[in-house]
């Protein structure tokens, strides 16, 4: 069973690097056919894609996030990361980790639980 875990700061200031971890057990992040993805949704807003790197180590981003977006991994520890530079308040949302068969788009077949993240100063 896939189970995949956020974790990260859960506040941070304006113009700060947004750094994220996701902690996949179940499933090795090389193995397979996947992507393994970083997804958002703002409060009141629908779930936006973020990027996904896939199990060759393949990255791709939104175009929409694309110039401030760092999505890379550790196989050592079976972890991938986001790293959103220059946050501002719009980028407060939950951020959900995930896998899919596919490398863009909203859909997946496992998420994580989300996690908070807040821009303010």
């Given amino acids: 069973q896939v189970q995949l875990q956020e974790s990260g700061p859960g506040l941070l200031k304006p113009w700060a690097t947004l750094s ?3 902690t996949a057990s179940g499933a090795s992040l090389t193995a397979g056919n996947y ?3 970083w997804l958002r949704q703002p409060p009141g807003k629908g779930l936006e894609w973020i ?4 199990s060759s180590g393949r990255t791709i981003y939104s175009p929409s996030h694309e110039m401030r977006t760092h999505i890379f991994r550790d196989t050592s520890t079976n972890r991938f990361a986001l790293q959103l530079s220059s946050a501002t308040p719009e980028d407060t949302a939950v951020y959900f980790c995930a896998r899919s068969i596919r490398g863009d788009g909203l859909d997946f077949e496992v998420r994580g639980q989300g996690t908070l993240v807040s821009v303010s100063s």
């Fill in 35 to 37: 992507y393994w993805r």
């Fill in 20 to 22: 994220l971890t996701c």
């Fill in 51 to 54: 990027g996904s790197i896939g």
